[in-house]
Nanobody, 122 residues
Framework: QVQLVESGGGLVQPGGSLRLSCAAS????????MGWYRQAPGKRRELVAA???????NYADSVKGRFTISRGNARNTVYLQMNSLKSEDTAVYYC????????????????WGQGTLVTVSS
């Protein structure tokens, strides 16, 4: 069973930075798309940023120019560098993987991480 393990959340002041990390727990052959979603209290889960296996990226308008998504060399990790954080960025951030294939030839349509809390407050 493949799992996504997230780290890097926490409390930060407005204007500060955080870096989220997410790694797949099994031997991965390929993950087509990895991304980050977030859900604030009382709101729907929304896409923050996504990156394809080839490196194409997509960002929510609200984070363009402040957040950067990247993948590790092994392509089974994804990072979200968050700069110039605002109070409205406060949410639980979820790692997401789409179309996963493992070395042992298992496949999954999508997997979610457990979520990591980011709180932006003074």
């Amino acid at each position: 069973q493949v799992q996504l393990v997230e780290s890097g959340g926490g409390l930060v002041q407005p204007g500060g930075s955080l870096r989220l990390s997410c790694a797949a727990s099994a031997d991965i052959f390929r993950i087509n798309v990895m991304g980050w979603y977030r859900q604030a209290p009382g709101k729907r889960r929304e896409l923050v940023a996504a990156i394809t296996y080839g490196g194409n990226t997509n960002y929510a308008d609200s984070v363009k120019g402040r957040f950067t998504i990247s993948r590790g060399n092994a392509r089974n990790t994804v990072y979200l560098q968050m700069n110039s954080l605002k109070s409205e960025d406060t949410a639980v951030y979820y790692c997401h993987a789409n179309n996963i294939a493992t070395v042992s030839e298992d496949s999954y349509l999508e997997i979610w991480g457990q979520g990591t809390l980011v709180t932006v407050s003074s």
